[in-house]
């Protein structure tokens, strides 16, 4: 588990606007609530290792990348 941490959500959020995605967009592609990626941007939850290639995936960039300080 990656835990949380104001870095990551804070990738997250970047990559998510840079794709022109809005957060029920990139929780449609990967299939979760809409909540779940508010929470994990925002440092509140835990992404575990298993999924962080499928968010990387959604994205468009490499699981480096939502980890970067």
């Known amino acids: 588990m990656i835990e ?3 870095d990551l ?3 997250i959020r970047r990559l998510r606007r840079a794709a022109g995605l809005t957060q029920p967009q990139l929780a449609e592609r ?26 990387a995936r959604a994205l ?5 990348d939502l980890l970067a300080d």
């Not at 609530?33 to 999924?51: F, K, M, N």
């Not at 468009?60 to 480096?64: G, N, Y």
């Open 4 to 6: 949380p941490t104001t």
């Open 9 to 11: 959500g804070r990738n």
């Open 30 to 55: 990967l299939g979760v609530q809409q909540s779940v990626v508010s929470e994990i941007e925002t440092g509140r939850r835990s992404l575990s290792v298993a999924r962080l290639d499928a968010w």
């Open 60 to 64: 468009s960039c490499r699981p480096a």
